[in-house]
């Protein structure tokens, strides 16, 4: 059985115009800690590395994000009166979502067993105060800041004390809903995914042995896509 702790701080904002738009906000603070990151099936699926010291393995929760934060902006147009603008312009629904939050926790580890146990995933040891390079694709950890433990020994790094890059995105749609007649409609969509095109970036290779340690050679998410529907229904 493992310990963990959570504190954090949601907060909310909602806001309906008469003008035809609508603000839904929430931005989520936390700290979470724990010594048992199992992978929420079995507690199992989690060794302590060092089983007389189950607080060896205390660090930040492995799924928890200090930062969330999300947006959601919505616009319907008007009615129109006038007959060409009424056809052409009238009861389209344009949304747009924000979603927003800090890197995952990582822990930098070794493929070796410098502390003669057989338990995988044992940690290096970090012997700079700055673990990071210049945080670019090719240097987000810095390799000279990590060590592996001397035979026998346990690394002095802390378990997921290190964060990856952040995350954003922008997802929007448009959408008009054309009523043919009591029983028929006509719905066109037109959906963007990752607007921006923003590549968000993956976590950096931790483990020590890899030629590719510290550098980041995985993208978090998908490039813009985008998609157009036409719905009929009767």
């Known amino acids: 059985m493992g310990v963990q702790s959570y504190r954090g701080l ?5 806001r309906r115009s008469a003008l035809g738009v609508s603000l839904n906000a929430n931005y989520t603070v936390s700290h979470c800690e724990t010594d048992s990151p199992y992978g929420g099936r079995f507690v199992s699926d989690f060794e302590y590395t060092d089983p007389a010291n189950p607080s060896y393995d205390r660090g930040n929760c492995p799924f928890n994000r200090s930062h969330i934060a999300n947006l959601t902006l919505g616009y319907l147009t008007p009615e ?3 007959p060409v603008l009424k056809a052409i312009a009238s009861d389209w629904r344009v949304t747009g979502i924000l979603n927003a939050q800090s890197g995952s926790w990582l822990t930098v580890t070794t493929t070796s067993d410098p502390a003669l146990t057989g338990i995988p995933g044992q940690r290096a040891d970090q012997v700079k ?6 945080k670019t694709l090719t240097n987000y950890l810095d390799p000279t800041a990590f060590a592996i433990p001397a035979v026998g020994t346990l690394g002095n ?4 004390s290190f964060t990856g890059p952040a995350f954003w995105k922008v997802d929007t749609a448009l959408a008009r809903v054309l009523r043919l007649d009591n029983s028929h409609t006509l719905e066109l969509r037109v959906e963007a995914f990752n607007l921006f095109n923003n590549f968000n970036w993956g976590d950096p290779t931790t483990s020590i042995n890899s030629p590719t340690f510290g550098q980041i050679t995985t993208q978090n998410g998908d490039s813009r896509i985008m998609q157009f529907a036409i719905k009929y229904a009767f």
């Open 10 to 14: 949601k907060l909310s904002v909602q």
């Open 80 to 82: 129109f009166g006038n």
């Open 157 to 160: 790094s802390v378990a997921r």
């Open 129 to 134: 105060d700055n673990a990071y390079g210049d």
